[in-house]
């Protein structure tokens, strides 16, 4: 089912998180405190938005790195619908895709609660003081996928290459200490997976 983000919380704290990424270590918010810019990206294994923008996603992330921003990527789905989303898929997908940055599982579902959540990809970006400064989409681009237009929203872009041009021009205004670029525009995939009565009233 097509989500769009909820891009709430502007202003917050980012919730804390203690998970185990896809070699088996336990990763937490507290060991990127030295990062200026963090990156929270809710993705997961078999959606095609996810998979749509996955390598320039990449990319991204390395070009950035030097600059001082951390990616983050979590995976909260229940994976009893899309077994393909289970831990030991995740560790492949790591590995294939190259990933150079933390792939943490979020089995318990808490964390993608705690950020509010709701769909794969959802980015949540925060600054030095790990308030949330940009909550969505990393650009315009969507995959060409086969399903009904959904009342009262726009079609999807699928004529445009991935840039990732909204998240890039976020990360710049806050590497340079200026206020987040406005509109911000949800981003939009795949619901999160929920596991039964794990799933909160506005999923």
């Not at 923008?53 to 990319?59: A, G, S």
């Not at 726009?154 to 206020?179: H, K, S, Y």
Request: glycine share 6%; hydrophobic share 40%.
């Amino acid at each position: 089912m097509l989500k769009l983000s909820r891009m709430t919380g502007l202003g917050d704290s980012a919730p804390d998180f203690a998970l185990s990424d896809t070699d088996g270590q336990t990763r937490t918010l507290a060991e990127f405190s030295d990062k200026p810019a963090l990156l929270v990206a809710f993705i997961c294994n078999h959606c095609p938005f996810v998979l749509h923008m996955i390598d320039r996603l990449v990319e991204f992330a390395q070009e950035y790195r030097p600059r001082g921003l951390q990616v983050v990527a979590i995976s909260s789905n229940w994976p009893a619908e899309f077994p393909e989303d289970d831990f030991a898929h995740m560790q492949a997908f790591a590995r294939d895709r190259q990933l150079p940055f933390p792939y943490l599982y979020d089995e318990s579902q808490e964390v993608a609660l705690a950020y509010n959540a709701i769909c794969t990809p959802d980015f949540f970006l925060y600054g030095p003081d790990r308030t949330l400064y940009y909550a969505g989409q990393f650009d315009a681009s969507r995959p060409k996928i086969n399903r009904p237009p959904v009342p009262g929203l726009p079609p999807l872009r699928t004529d445009l290459p991935v840039t990732g041009e909204d998240m890039r021009r976020a990360v710049d205004a806050l590497l340079a200490g200026q206020p987040a670029p406005q509109p911000q525009h949800p981003s939009a995939g795949c619901s999160i997976k929920w596991r039964p009565g794990m799933d909160p009233s506005w999923a």
